[in-house]
């Protein structure tokens, strides 16, 4: 079992920058893929970004530039800075990771962006 926490979460205004954070916990050895996922009201849940054990990275396009996923293995956390923040980045965003062949959610974080 792996349990995440995401924090860091918040209102900022539009142009600013929030860095969400996500501490694993529990079987960490057995964690590949670590990643974010966001979903906002009336939309589907959908890629921000991917980074694997090897630290490659994968992003969706509109974050591409303005997002960036890093890991610190040492402490089992996954971070998102997110910069030039605009208001259809609000959501929900959520931490996954992978690990022998099941996928583990975090709760959530809720980013408000207002215009």
């Known amino acids: 079992q792996v349990q995440l926490v995401e924090s860091g979460g918040g209102l900022v205004q539009a142009g600013g920058s929030l860095r969400l954070s996500c501490a694993a916990s529990?079987?960490?050895?057995?964690?590949?893929?670590m990643g974010w996922y966001r979903q906002a009201p009336g939309k589907q849940r959908e890629l921000v970004a991917i980074?694997?054990?090897?630290?490659?990275?994968i992003y969706a396009g509109a974050m591409k530039g303005r997002f960036t996923i890093s890991r610190d293995n040492a402490k089992n956390t996954v971070y998102l800075q997110m910069n030039s923040l605009k208001p259809e980045d609000t959501a929900v965003y959520r931490c996954t990771a992978h690990a022998r062949e099941v996928d583990y959610w975090g709760q959530g974080t809720q980013v408000t962006v207002s215009s």
């Open positions: 980074i694997t054990s090897g630290g490659g990275t």
């Open positions: 529990g079987s960490i050895f057995s964690i590949n893929d």
